[in-house]
Structure formats: C-alpha cells, structure tokens
C-alpha cells in the first residue's frame, strides 16, 4: 500500500542551509517536488540535530498558506505520497544509515465543514504511525512517539546513544510546541 | 537552650515546587518509547518491511 515502488517520480527543487530557512533547530532544509494526476505537491524535508528528518507535505498552491499542513485534498492519494516520503527517506537512509525519521500528523482545519481537529492522535497521526510501524522494522529503528501532540520518531538504531537522542528530541519539540 | 525548630523548610519547598515545573514542562514535548509488543500487535504482518 506504501511501497515505495508506488511512489511518484519526485525531483529535488530546493535546498537550504539552516540559517536561511529562519527555522528553530532546523539545520538543512530540502524541498522536492511530485505531481499527482491533480496537483503538484511539495516535500519539505527539514534536518535536525542527530540527523533526524522530520518530512513535512503540502499541495503546491498552499505554499504561502500558513494553514497549508491543515488543509485536506481530498484528492485520495495519501497512500503514494505517503510512500513517496517512505522512497526519499530510503535514498536518504542508503547515504547515512544514522538516519531517524520523524513527522508531526497535523490536525485538520476545514473551514467550510467548520471542522477542526484536536491535536492529539489526529487521524494523520494514526494512519503515518500505522505506515511507519508496518514498513520500518525494531531491528533497524526504535520507535517513539508523543501522541498528545501527534509526533513519531523512528530513531536508527546505528546510533551510539538512542536513548539520548531521544531525550535532546524531547527537548526541541518542547521548545518548538511553545513557539 | 535546645534549638528552635522551624515546621517547615523553606529552602525544600522552593526546589520541590521547582521540580514539578521542570517536570511539567519537559513532559510537554516527552517522547515515549513504543514497545516492539505494541508494534507487533499494531503491526499488518502481510506487509514487507523496508527496513527490518
């Protein structure tokens, strides 16, 4: 269902140091692009202390939205860009295997339904821990997650100190939910 | 002249109550380890991993 061999062909469009993207914690930041049958879509791929990836996606056209991790497509393509996120971090695991891999389900906010989602254990939340869990194994990762906020982190187990590491990720998500 | 007795140190009331801050806020963004159990019983078996 996530295969990576379902994922769209994508193309690396940008790619920043840290200090240019303004972003906490933040110390590389690449964007790739793919497209549906609809829409073009974009993959933030932020790094962290650690090398830790945290992916991030949005529909093209919410770029400037500060909502844009909010909104649904509708479009029913969860599943390959889901894998399409799977297939980058893969190529990103083959050059560091310290590679950990993290996401945030945000809530949803549908303004014409009036909807919006609480932030614990949104449905994004649910369905990326289930792909994670599915795909990535305990022998190559060990697995966190802080579902009151709605955050997963597969920590690669080629690290010295997997328990530190997850004590200083602790500490930014910390820092960052009080932005 | 014994020595006077305070009811209550001040000193330890002080870094109790600090502790419980820190201990609140650092429970904010806390990650909790998921157990290879919890995955396994989570987990659709049919799939392959990408990763073992």
């Known amino acids: 269902m996530f295969e990576p061999e379902t994922s769209y062909p994508y193309r690396r469009v940008g790619d920043h140091s840290g200090l240019t993207t303004n972003r906490k914690h933040v110390e590389h930041l690449t964007i790739y692009q793919f497209s549906t049958d609809k829409y073009p879509y974009l993959i933030e791929v932020e790094r962290y202390p650690c090398q830790i990836y945290v992916f991030k996606f949005y529909r093209r056209q919410h770029k400037k939205n500060k909502q844009r991790f909010n909104l649904m497509t509708n479009e029913g393509k969860c599943a390959r860009i889901v894998a399409t996120c799977f297939s980058i971090f893969l190529s990103i695991y083959e050059k560091n295997p310290l590679a950990s891999f993290g996401f945030l389900g945000a809530h949803t906010i549908d303004t014409q339904k009036q909807i919006i989602e609480p932030k614990n254990e949104t449905r994004r939340f649910v369905v990326y821990r289930q792909a994670v869990q599915n795909y990535f194994g305990t022998d190559t990762f060990t697995h966190f997650s802080n579902p009151e906020n709605s955050i997963y982190l597969a920590i690669s187990n080629k690290n010295k100190d997997v328990a530190n590491i997850a004590e200083i990720a602790s500490a930014m998500i910390e820092q960052l939910l009080d932005l | ?52």
């Open chain 2, 1 to 52: 002249m014994g020595k006077l007795i305070t009811p209550f140190n001040h000193k330890k009331e002080v870094s109790v109550h600090m502790a419980s801050v820190r201990l609140a806020n650092t429970t904010k963004g806390y990650l909790a380890k998921v157990s290879a159990e919890e995955i396994k019983a989570r987990r659709v078996a049919a799939y392959r991993y990408l990763l073992p």
